[in-house]
T-cell receptor
Framework: EAGVAQSPRYKIIEKRQSVAFWCNPI?????LYWYQQILGQGPKLLIQ????????DSQLPKDRFSAERLKGVDSTLKIQPAKLEDSAVYLC?????????????FGPGTRLTVL | AQKVTQAQTEISVVEKEDVTLDCVYE???????LFWYKQPPSGELVFLIR??????QNEISGRYSWNFQKSTSSFNFTITASQVVDSAVYFC????????????FGQGTRLTINP
């Protein structure tokens, strides 16, 4: 079974530029998550989708971050414009469905450096 | 509030030593799940174990064991006879209803096993 795929693996941009990350979850997984992991910290949930609908985006900085999951499969996370504090690893995860205690499967992440 | 504390930021031991990673959690829920994930240098989070709040039995899987104690709100992880391949960052996480079924991660413990 293929795991969660993410691209690119690394991205370096200058502040005020735009960037987009792509995630392909495990086939059949209805729930998709985007996390931000700042160096030395645990992952923090940014947004959660159930199929193509947003379940929780309470911690997403909506003035600069946006995400979509068209057709309930792939997802894209965008930052526009980027700030220095956005430097982090962006992890995508998926699970079969949204249920308490459900295991989440993580991708390798995209490491973003904002200069 | 839902919170996970991993007080040990970094641990370094010599191969074959036993090592315990501490995890203390806070929640008012009576139903919740606790997780341990491993994050090797490749970046993706690898699921190790899930334990629900009604099951306080300790778990052993090969060289790994977990000690869940509700009385002290702790879910500690022990590696017996550590190996160099165990070197990674380990995260403890909490999933609860009041937490809106979002994984709340601790800060992580960086474990280094020296040959």
């Amino acid at each position: 079974e293929a795991g969660v795929a993410q691209s690119p693996r690394y991205k370096i941009i200058e502040k005020r530029q735009s960037v987009a990350f792509w995630c392909n979850p495990i086939s059949g997984h209805a729930t998709l998550y985007w996390y931000q992991q700042i160096l030395g910290q645990g992952p923090k949930l940014l947004i959660q989708f159930q199929n193509n609908g947003v379940v929780d985006d309470s911690q997403l900085p909506k003035d600069r971050f946006s995400a979509e999951r068209l057709k309930g499969v792939d997802s894209t996370l965008k930052i526009q414009p980027a700030k220095l504090e956005d430097s982090a690893v962006y992890l995508c995860a998926s699970s079969l469905f949204q249920l308490l205690g459900n295991e989440q499967f993580f991708g390798p992440g995209t490491r973003l450096t904002v200069l | 509030a839902q919170k996970v504390t991993q007080a040990q930021t970094e641990i370094s031991v010599v191969e074959k030593e036993d090592v315990t990673l501490d995890c203390v959690y806070e929640t008012r829920d009576t139903t919740y799940y606790l997780f341990w994930y491993k994050q090797p240098p490749s970046g993706e989070l690898v699921f190790l174990i899930r334990r629900n709040s009604f099951d306080e039995q300790n778990e052993i899987s090969g060289r790994y064991s977990w000690n869940f104690q509700k009385s002290t709100s702790s879910f500690n992880f022990t590696i017996t006879a550590s190996q160099v391949v165990d070197s990674a960052v380990y995260f403890c996480a909490l999933d609860s209803i009041q937490g809106a079924q979002k994984l709340v991660f601790g800060q992580g413990t960086r474990l280094t096993i020296n040959p």
